[in-house]
T-cell receptor
Framework: NAGVTQTPKFQVLKTGQSMTLQCAQDMNHNSMYWYRQDPGMGLRLIYYSASEGTTDKGEVPNGYNVSRLNKREFSLRLESAAPSQTSVYFC??????????????FGPGTRLTVL | DQQVKQNSPSLSVQEGRISILNCDYTNSMFDYFLWYKKYPAEGPTFLISISSIKDKNEDGRFTVFLNKSAKHLSLHIVPSQPGDSAVYFCAASDIQGAQKLVFGQGTRLTINP
């Protein structure tokens, strides 16, 4: 079991370029999430997908789009990267069942720098 | 508006002693709280959680205490070990937005030998 995997590990973009961050989980979880972590700010939720075929905005969705490709994969796209999107991005998954909360499992992160 | 706050950016503790990490929250709708541990260049890993119907939850060396009236929770690590050196995040969720976790800023814990 690899758990949650993310590609790439590192990326440098120029302002205005686009890219897609990939995430996959092999735990058969129904829910997946994208977070960003900035110094001194903790982790902030960008988008999440409660189940295959659904996506919802989190706290900081502006400038991002997501696709829940199938149950395993959840991608995050930056259409026109800006320096403010320089951050570490984490993907997570959980087996969420109604009101009974289950903890989220995180990938190793993608460190993105936008010049 | 920071709904979950960890006011101590860092904490240094002697090996073998107790480490106490604190977390405050402002949203009275939060009903489930979690602690995550994060090593450099890795993703956060789940440590322990507590539901708002409890005031204490224990798992080995780790105990989480919840004081709902004060909107405060704490994580106790006893005894502290060098491998506990990491950044600790508290997080919270509410019933309606239960899938959304709100994280604190994190506290960097250093255990000194």
């Amino acid at each position: 079991n690899a758990g949650v995997t993310q590609t790439p590990k590192f990326q440098v973009l120029k302002t205005g370029q686009s890219m897609t961050l990939q995430c996959a989980q092999d735990m058969n979880h129904n829910s997946m999430y994208w977070y960003r972590q900035d110094p001194g700010m903790g982790l902030r939720l960008i988008y999440y997908s409660a189940s295959e075929g659904t996506t919802d905005k989190g706290e900081v969705p502006n400038g991002y789009n997501v696709s829940r490709l199938n149950k395993r994969e959840f991608s995050l796209r930056l259409e026109s990267a800006a320096p403010s999107q320089t951050s570490v991005y984490f993907c997570a998954s959980s087996e969420f069942k109604g009101a009974a909360y289950n903890e989220q499992f995180f990938g190793p992160g993608t460190r993105l720098t936008v010049l | 508006d920071q709904q979950v706050k960890q006011n101590s950016p860092s904490l240094s503790v002697q090996e073998g002693r107790i480490s106490i990490l604190n977390c405050d929250y402002t949203n009275s709708m939060f009903d489930y709280f979690l602690w995550y541990k994060k090593y450099p260049a890795e993703g956060p890993t789940f440590l322990i959680s507590i539901s708002s119907i409890k005031d204490k939850n224990e798992d080995g060396r780790f105990t989480v205490f919840l004081n709902k009236s004060a909107k405060h929770l704490s994580l106790h690590i006893v005894p502290s070990q060098p491998g506990d050196s990491a950044v600790y995040f508290c997080a919270a969720s509410d019933i309606q937005g239960a899938q959304k976790l709100v994280f604190g800023q994190g506290t960097r814990l250093t255990i000194n030998p």
